[in-house]
């Protein structure tokens, strides 16, 4: 007897059919031929479906058994096929109705004892079933409790096979969960560090406020001790809290890589990602036989702090130029071509020499002008180029350490900060996640449009610095970004010379 079940596969961060047939009562004694494409833990699921079926109460089959997962030229990875295979099992040899198995999708791993273990991708799996017109899911607890964020969408938690196949037959007892409106009803966000902890250094603050209101790049140089990681650490803080639009798009890429809402690491800000420098191409961007996110995409509608910048190796480095400037990565591997999304606000920190003391008031720079240069060129300049803000965080007085009042609070500079991103949003209409650094083209000539005589002062400052066009435009968005904290209607000549000012290392 033939069944089909529904289920999916992960490319990237999305979710592709894959249909299960599973064919019992051929001609002759027991044996499972299992086909479509398989990896390793696929092929390894038939001894933990058989005990699971066995330690369930159902019959096992005692014929010839097909397997088929279909479409049979996509890799299937991965232990989550064990339960639909499972189910279908239980459907070919007449032990469970075949009525409910057309309208829902189906995964999970299975233990011997027939417990459903988690997976990656319950938002991806759910957004595809609604995409597919499918009714709902049927996932392990933790990947539904995401799926439920799916409008439209019933997604069905199980623990055990048991549960799903009681579920399939039609048992009143258990039930899909409640759409999740509030997407962070189950999650709390903790204690976070405060603003209010960094002393002094209020040039840099400034500068801080900007990028995370236009959703810039930034880099911060300066001697050891003067608290650039300090501050960087902090940035989440004042960023505005992601829309449902955002929130889905975050989980969903932290869904693919394992981290789902079960998991007491997940910060439910926007993510903060700091790679150490010994961090691979792969890592950065993402990679692997199936391709899955890398930092890049991991720090989507978020943060990648890079600390010690020039100590990364330089290919790390250049492969960031696609990201930064597209908000995607295109990975391309034997078994897969896939764009993970990675629209993310670049933070970076280094110190101005290699001994980190050059320009310091209290010690002397034991490095001469060649190895400054050389260390400093470490940084491409097409990367530099992409980077809106370059700032010097001096380092701190003894009088500042000890200062007893502590610094403005997290909470007043993210009020500013939602201020400014409302202008935005208002100017981007309903394009998720608009902000200034996103700027281009027509809405970059009328949103940050410039007199005479400040177009002619720009165009002095672009032939002193020796700026490239990519610069221009990213001057021109962080003065917008300074306008829209002012709350001024155009851009004024002191927001784009405050703009200007942020070329730290095009000034030498």
């Known amino acids: 007897m033939l069944a089909t079940i529904r289920s999916g596969a992960l490319v990237g961060v999305e979710a592709v059919a894959v249909e299960i047939e599973v064919n019992t009562g051929e001609f002759g004694e027991l044996e499972i031929f299992l ?3 398989p990896d390793t833990a696929v092929k390894e699921s038939k001894t933990r479906v058989i005990s699971s079926l066995i330690n369930t109460g ?23 096929y064990d339960l639909p295979i499972a189910v279908g099992l239980a459907a070919s040899t007449g032990q469970i109705s075949k009525t409910r198995l057309p309208h829902y999708l189906l995964a999970g791993e299975l233990g011997l004892s027939g417990q459903v273990r988690a997976i990656r991708g319950g938002v991806a799996l759910a957004a595809y079933a609604k995409r597919a017109g499918l009714k709902g899911v049927i996932l392990p607890r933790a990947a539904a409790q995401e799926a439920a964020l799916i409008d439209g969408v019933e997604a069905v938690p199980v623990d055990t096979l048991d549960a799903a196949l009681r579920f399939l037959s039609g048992e009143e007892a258990f039930q899909p969960l409640p ?11 903790g204690e976070q560090p405060d603003f209010s902890e960094v002393k002094g250094q209020l040039a840099v603050r400034r500068a801080v406020e900007i990028a995370a209101a236009g959703g810039h790049n930034l880099l911060l140089i300066g001697p050891p001790g003067s608290g650039k990681s300090l501050i960087a650490k902090r940035i989440p803080s004042i960023l505005p809290t992601p829309d449902k639009a955002e929130f889905l798009e975050i989980l969903a890429v932290h869904s693919a890589a394992g981290m789902n809402v079960a998991d007491p690491t997940r910060a439910w800000l926007r993510p903060f990602r700091s790679p150490h420098h010994t961090i691979s191409d792969v890592g950065m961007i993402g990679g692997g036989a199936m391709p899955t996110p890398g930092e890049v995409s991991l720090a ?7 600390d010690e910048l020039p100590e990364f190796r330089r290919s790390v480095l250049e492969v960031l130029r696609q990201p930064l400037e597209d908000g995607s990565v295109t990975v391309s591997r034997a078994a897969a071509k896939v764009t993970l999304p990675s629209r993310l606000m670049l933070v970076a920190a280094m110190n101005p020499c290699p001994c980190g003391y050059l320009g310091d008031k209290q010690r002397t720079c034991r490095c001469g002008p060649t190895v400054v240069q050389r260390y400093r060129g470490r940084i491409s300049g097409p990367l530099l180029d992409r980077i809106d803000l370059q700032v010097e965080a001096p380092a701190l007085s003894i009088e500042e350490l000890r200062a007893g009042e502590p610094g403005e609070p997290s909470a007043a500079i993210r009020a500013r900060v939602e201020a400014a991103r409302t202008l935005q949003r208002r100017r981007f209409g309903e394009r998720a996640g608009g902000c200034n650094a996103l700027l281009a083209g027509k809405e970059l000539r ?8 400040q177009g002619d002062l720009l165009q002095e400052a672009m032939e002193r610095l020796k700026l490239s066009a990519r610069a221009y435009d990213r001057i021109l968005r962080v003065a917008r970004t300074i306008a829209d904290l002012a709350e001024a209607e155009r851009i004024a000549t002191t927001h784009l010379l405050e703009a200007i000012h942020y070329r730290s290392l095009d000034r030498g």
């Open 446 to 453: 009328v949103c940050c449009a410039l007199e005479q005589a």
């Open 300 to 306: 989507h509608r978020g943060v990648l702090f890079l």
């Open 179 to 189: 759409t999740v409106t509030d997407p962070f009803a189950f999650a709390g966000l």
């Open 58 to 80: 159902l019959r096992p089959p005692e014929t010839v058994t097909t397997i088929n997962l279909a479409p049979g030229d996509l890799r299937k990875e991965g232990a989550m």
């Open 35 to 37: 086909v479509g494409l």
